[in-house]
């Protein structure tokens, strides 16, 4: 909040220099620029280059010059339809900015409420197919998320570029006249006549320019207002996406787990049934026993795995944020009591680079116990196969079998799990190296900047006037004789 009220603040600061800019270069314009002896439109361009094409008279070399010429002039005539329509289309996105914030406030009041609580008896094909699809959801969020920050950032500097621009556009207005001032007609010679029009499009363009400049001008506050509560509500829909997530994760964690635990039973029955049976048998069982508890452990793993990713895309969600309120300060060139607090509670926030790189090392050190582990468990689910284990004949054969069947789907589901920890940990290992980064680039740009940025208005230096006054009471003899006499009176 502190953030966005701080570049607001720095945002109306330079909307009202651009605004008096603006004042200025409008109400300033020459009087000669209005006057123009023939009208200049794209219509009567095109009478133009149909009467030089058709006229026999003039020759082939100043023909094809004039044409280009008028095609010119034609493109700047152009540039100002091109841009009235996108003027239309950021003016009635300010005109209806109170219908539209309306609408999102109402959006983020509804979910605000809680979730709703997922119903029992949810097949786990149904929870999976449901996961994958708010996932996706979550994901286009994100990618919209990513670019409406892009777009708030652009129109955070939209202002001082607009003053930039209708500067230049105010310097070319000056410079065409200045060329054209002693010739109020067109001139009769094809190729003159056609440089004429190009200077007056250009004219017409540079002066629409700067009238166009103060209509977008006029409609920043809106977009930006409107821009800032996007970006809310997309947050809000994220976080609400965020915690259906969790809830669809712990329901499947917790079928899962039950599933492990029915596992982990029926592997100590199957233990307990074949402790005098033959060593092959009573160690099939062990080892069965052994893999239950191993998917057990697999599955609690897992669902942390994914909570803690989920806190650390949360974390980099907000280090971006406080990235670019940072920018936003710094970008108003000084630094007030309150935004210099603020600086210093974002430094004093961001996440300690050697925790992160420790994070980072220990997930790879996770993934490759993991790939190892992997390659065991594909080792042993193909040894399954192998006819001395799985098709002998003899009494025990039906036993055999299914100590075999059992431990084949285990390890099946053990591979699968060790595969879906695998991507967790490498998009884990992403997002820290994304946070990692981003925390050093904004530890740096905050230490660099708060040495310098100013937290106070300039030095007046008019003090410098009242030295020689100052001068000539210390070296006046008169000057110490009264104050001695007044200190002693």
Known sequence: MLGKKTG??????????????????TFSAPSSAQSTASPVTIDF?????????????????????????????????SIRTQRAASLESMEATAQSVDRALADIES?????????????????IEELEARLAVLEAEREAFQDQLSKLRDDSASLSGRGEAIADEVISARTDVAQLLEANELVPEPPEAPVEAARWLLARASLLE????????????????????LAAARIDLLSAEIARVDETIVLYRLRLSESALDRAEIAIELARADVARFEAAEPELRQLADGNLGLAMEARAAIVRRAALEQLLLDSEREATALSQSN???????????LSDETAALLKTVR????????????????????????????????????????????????????????????????????????????????????LSELGQQAGE???????????????????????????QGLAWVLSPSSWVNAIGAIFA
């Not at 003039?58 to 010429?69: G, N, P, Q, Y």
């Not at 959006?107 to 097949?123: S, Y």
């Not at 540079?206 to 207002?225: C, K, V």
């Open 8 to 25: 607001c603040s720095s945002d109306v600061a330079r909307m009202l220099a651009v605004f008096v800019v603006l004042f200025a270069f």
């Open 45 to 77: 361009i095109d009478d133009r280059i149909a009467v030089i094409s058709a006229d026999p008279e003039i020759d082939d070399a100043s023909r094809s010059v004039a044409i280009e010429l008028l095609h010119r002039a034609k493109d700047a005539l």
């Open 107 to 123: 959006r983020r009041l509804e979910l605000a409420t809680e979730p709703e609580e997922l119903g029992d008896g949810i097949p």
């Open 206 to 225: 540079r002066q629409s320019a700067i009238a166009d400049l103060q209509r977008e001008l006029e409609t920043l506050p809106a977009r930006q207002s």
């Open 324 to 334: 670019e309120t940072v920018r936003l300060v710094l970008g108003a060139g000084r």
């Open 348 to 431: 004093s926030s961001l996440p300690d680079q050697s925790e992160i790189s420790a994070a980072l090392f220990e997930s790879e050190r996770q993934r490759g116990d993991l790939q190892l582990q992997l390659i065991v468990w594909l080792d042993e689910l193909r040894a399954l196969d192998a006819p001395s284990i799985g098709q002998q004949a003899d009494a025990a054969s039906a036993e055999r079998q299914h100590l075999v069947d059992v431990r084949r789907s285990t390890l099946e589901a053990l591979i699968e799990g060790a595969r879906q920890e695998s991507e967790l940990l490498s998009e884990h290992e992403l997002v």
């Open 442 to 468: 904004l530890s740096s740009l905050v230490d660099r900047r708060l040495v310098w940025l100013r937290t106070s208005e300039r030095v007046n230096w008019s003090w410098l006037d009242r030295v020689p």
